[in-house]
Nanobody, 126 residues
Framework: QVQLAESGGGLVQSGDSLRLSCVAS????????VSWFRQVPGKEREFVGG????????DYADSVKGRFTISRDDAKNTVLIQMDSLKPEDTAVYYC???????????????????WGQGTQVTVSS
């Protein structure tokens, strides 16, 4: 069983940066594919970006490409998402999600991720 815990959310202004962390416990972290999703009230949880084994694959939603960067540190069981040039439309609860996979690539499908963190709020003011 894998447990995930996000941290780093907060209130920032438009154009600022923020870095979220996702720390995993349990499981074999090096074989986890880890992705970030976000959700605003009344909308479906959407894929933001993800990273596969050994950082061999990274994928980003078009809305964040070029502004967000995901990295992993297997020695610390941690995945980071660096969010730059934040916009008010980035305001959401951000969740990290993980799946054990025999393949390194990232999937955007929520249903493929059995493990989820509790979420952290990111608010970007204009």
């Amino acid at each position: 069983q894998v447990q995930l815990a996000e941290s780093g959310g907060g209130l920032v202004q438009s154009g600022d940066s923020l870095r979220l962390s996702c720390v995993a416990s349990g499981g074999m972290f090096e074989y986890l594919v880890v992705s970030w999703f976000r959700q605003v009230p009344g909308k479906e949880r959407e894929f933001v970006g993800g990273i596969g084994w050994n950082s061999a694959d990274r994928d980003y939603a078009d809305s964040v490409k070029g502004r967000f960067t995901i990295s992993r540190d297997d020695a610390k069981n941690t995945v980071l998402i660096q969010m730059d040039s934040l916009k008010p439309e980035d305001t959401a609860v951000y969740y990290c999600a993980a799946r054990e996979s025999d393949y390194y690539s990232v999937s955007r499908a929520r249903s493929l991720y059995p493990y989820w963190g509790q979420g952290t709020q990111v608010t970007v003011s204009s």
